[in-house]
């Protein structure tokens, strides 16, 4: 019989125990992650002739090996952002929807990155989502979005560019955030795709209306104040009834009619509450509703995807509302008013990516306000993309990485360019569901 020293023997039994897993709270890595697709190059297929494109080249996306030879030399020459890995900003949960249309446009702008070989690591904590599967990310971190976790992930993962565009209200909070507190500089991290400047104007209520009445766009009479007393002191020189919106927040949070000072009164300290920036405006309620997706490259080529329209008149949140896609009771001329305007608005602000532009119109004469632009992905970007075929999160997050709409290919066409806007051969109505048990 064969005897093994005690020393040995302990060995022995170590090395027959399985291996313990260190449990991880906050971290959920892939265990055999799949080496990134190579990276994907927009050409129509089939391609004629031998000519391929250059990696730095800009290539109109064409069946045709001439005019790839032609657009390779007149086409502007963008330079794409050198990244091997990425930081997307999910959402984390909402209450209307709980997230649904970010995870879709969240899970587009992953796929997009993996065609084109780079790493993505995944911030969001909602568990209830396609995104946070591993088949996506190469790394998912099941944490809060607030600027402290994501300070954290870039510091502990040290990417190369930041995608906040993705993650709705939340993603692009902590952006700002996180650049003002100099995070983003400090770890040399970029910004992929709308700069963060265009972000905080867009936001921040003061700065949006000034900068559209550089270019002659009408917004509502309104003032930014950030203290009850100046909230009624400004709705006595616009006269009542007012709009209260606060800047910042989500789903119109803290937003609301006033049609006295008491009113008013109650509603600024509920908002300020919620916001430091409040803006009081002239009261539009009972006008039309409508929205127009926008997608704008760093070459400045733009583009209108998709307008919808609310069924409910002014004063009732997007997402509580039934909206019809495309609009329904808009003749020709006010179709193009507004979508000059909205092409106008998006170039004057920088955009590059996508974006969702809110109109407020008289529904007795052409007057018309912008509301809003929301300079990201938005839940009106899902149904939009859904409704023509045109995969605008897909695209965003493509020319985030540098490529510009004419080398880019047609979602539904499968030989043009996505520097087309989708036909008008549609009609898709959203209604809302309350859970009222």
Same mark, same amino acid.
């Given at each position: ?120 690591? *995944? ?5 209830? !989502?396609?995104? !946070? ?12 979005? !607030?600027? @402290? ?13 930041? *995608? ?22 400090? *770890? ?75 009113? *008013? ?34 070459? @400045? ?137």
């Amino acid at each position: 019989m064969l005897r093994i020293p005690a020393p040995a023997r302990r060995r022995l039994v170590a090395l027959s125990r399985p291996p313990v897993a260190r449990a991880s709270l906050h971290v959920s890595r892939q265990s055999a992650l799949p080496q990134p697709s190579a990276a994907a190059r927009a050409v129509a297929a089939p391609a004629v002739g031998s000519y391929h494109p250059k990696a730095d080249e800009h290539v109109l996306n064409s069946p045709s090996e001439v005019a790839r030879r032609i657009s390779a030399k007149v086409l502007p020459k963008i330079p794409r952002p050198d990244v091997r890995k990425v930081v997307v900003v999910g959402s984390g949960g909402l209450s209307i929807g709980q997230a649904g249309e970010f995870d879709y446009s969240g899970s587009q702008a992953l796929k997009a990155l993996r065609e084109e070989g780079v790493e993505a690591v *995944l911030i969001n904590p909602n568990i209830a !989502t396609w995104q !946070t599967s591993h088949q996506l990310a190469a790394e998912v971190y099941f944490l809060p979005i !607030t600027p @402290d976790y994501v300070a954290y992930v870039l510091e502990k993962e040290r990417p190369d560019g930041i *995608l906040l565009t993705f993650g709705g209200q939340s993603a692009l909070n902590v952006g700002i955030a996180l650049d003002r507190m100099g995070v983003l500089e400090r *770890l040399g991290v970029q910004v992929l795709g709308t700069p963060i400047r265009t972000l905080e104007v867009s936001e921040d209520r003061e700065l949006f209306v000034k900068a559209l009445k550089e270019i002659d766009i009408p917004v509502a009479q309104s003032t930014a104040v950030s203290s009850v007393n100046d909230a009624l002191q400004a709705a006595e020189k616009i006269g009542y009834p007012v709009i209260l919106r606060a800047a910042y927040t989500l789903g119109g949070l803290g937003s609301g009619f006033a049609n006295n000072p008491e009113e *008013l009164r109650d509603l600024s300290a509920k908002g300020l509450s919620l916001s430091p920036q409040l803006l009081i405006e002239r009261s539009m309620k009972g006008w039309k509703e409508l929205e127009y997706e926008v997608v704008r490259d760093a070459a @400045d080529n733009t583009i209108i995807c998709c307008n919808m329209e609310n069924f409910d008149p002014l004063g009732t949140h997007t997402g509580d509302s039934i909206v019809v896609a495309p609009s329904q009771t808009l003749p020709d001329d006010e179709y193009h008013m507004l979508r000059t305007a909205a092409i106008k608005v998006i170039r004057h602000l920088g955009v590059v990516g996508e974006c969702n532009i809110q109109y407020a119109l008289n529904p007795w004469s052409k007057e018309y306000c912008v509301i809003e632009v929301n300079a990201r992905l938005s839940r009106s970007s899902a149904l939009a993309s859904k409704a023509t075929g045109y995969p605008l999160a897909y695209t965003a997050a493509k020319i985030a990485l540098g490529h510009t709409l004419p080398e880019l290919p047609n979602a539904v066409t499968k030989t043009t360019t996505a520097c087309f806007e989708p036909a008008l051969d549609y009609i898709v109505t959203k209604i809302p569901k309350w859970d009222l048990a």
